[in-house]
C-alpha cells in the first residue's frame, strides 16, 4: 500500500495506490491519521484511483477517516472509486454519508 499525500490551499488530497485489505489497513489508517494532524486540513479528498483491491477494511478506513475530520469540522469526499471498490463502499451505504465518485 502506497499513501501519496499532496496539499493544495485547503485542500488535503490522499491518493492510495495497490491493495487495501486487512494486512495494509492499520498502518494506512495509522499514515492518513498522521497525515491529517499535520496538515489540519479543512477539506480532504480520498483518491481511490490506484486501488486493485479493497475489502471490507476500506469501509474501516475510510469511517477512520471520516470520524476523525469531523472532530475539527472538515470535510471529506471520496473520488475515483473502483467499480470492486464502490460495491465495497455502497454496500455499506458510504455514499449516503459521504460524496463518493466512481472511477470512470
Do not use: C
Amino acid at each position: 500500500m502506497r499513501i501519496i499525500s499532496t496539499k493544495d490551499a485547503n485542500v488535503l488530497s490522499i491518493s492510495l495506490e495497490g491493495e487495501l485489505d486487512h494486512h495494509s489497513a492499520k498502518g494506512a489508517i495509522s499514515q492518513i491519521a498522521n497525515i491529517i494532524e499535520i496538515e489540519l486540513p479543512l477539506n480532504v479528498t480520498l483518491n481511490l484511483k490506484g486501488l486493485s483491491f479493497m475489502d471490507s477494511s476500506g469501509i474501516a478506513l475510510v469511517l477512520h477517516t471520516w470520524r476523525r475530520l469531523n472532530d475539527f469540522s472538515a470535510k471529506l469526499k471520496i473520488e475515483n472509486v473502483p467499480t470492486q471498490g464502490y460495491k465495497v463502499l455502497n454496500a455499506a451505504g458510504i455514499p449516503r454519508l459521504i460524496p463518493t465518485t466512481r472511477l470512470h
